[in-house]
């Protein structure tokens, strides 16, 4: 499976970004997903997470009812709308699959497999 992440990018703070991973793979539907970010001198944390099917999506706290989670499997591509961005919402954003085949998505980076390159958002105040 290779990732590609795009949709990143400069925005003022309250604007909104969406960004995309678009994956290689006829298995793609069968795995969850999770985006990623890290920021400067802070260490890689799970911002959402999506199953396989799309059904069940789970969110970081700093970020919930702002960023929606979604995929579209006939376009092998997982998506992050993010809204009302902060800028401590300013870091590199990764998206990382889970090889396990209809398994649960988690927050750990060491449950997931395969990682995109990263896209860099940053929010200005």
């Known amino acids: 499976v290779q990732l590609q992440a795009s949709g990143g990018g400069l925005v003022q703070a309250g604007g909104s970004l969406r960004l995309s991973c678009a994956a290689s793979g006829r298995t793609f539907s069968r795995y969850s997903m999770g985006w990623f970010r890290q920021a400067p001198g802070n260490e890689r944390e799970s911002v959402a997470r999506?199953?396989?099917?799309?059904?069940?999506?789970y969110y970081a706290d700093s970020v919930k009812g702002r960023f929606t989670i979604s995929r579209d499997n006939a376009k092998n591509t997982v998506y992050l709308q993010m809204n009302s961005l902060k800028p401590e919402d300013t870091a590199v954003y990764y998206c990382?699959?889970?090889?396990?085949?209809?398994?649960?998505?988690?927050?750990?980076?060491?449950?997931?497999?395969?990682w995109g390159q990263g896209t860099l958002v940053t929010v200005s105040s």
């Open positions: 990382a699959v889970r090889s396990v085949a209809y398994g649960l998505s988690t927050t750990k980076e060491s449950d997931y497999d395969y």
């Open positions: 999506i199953n396989w099917s799309g059904t069940a999506t």
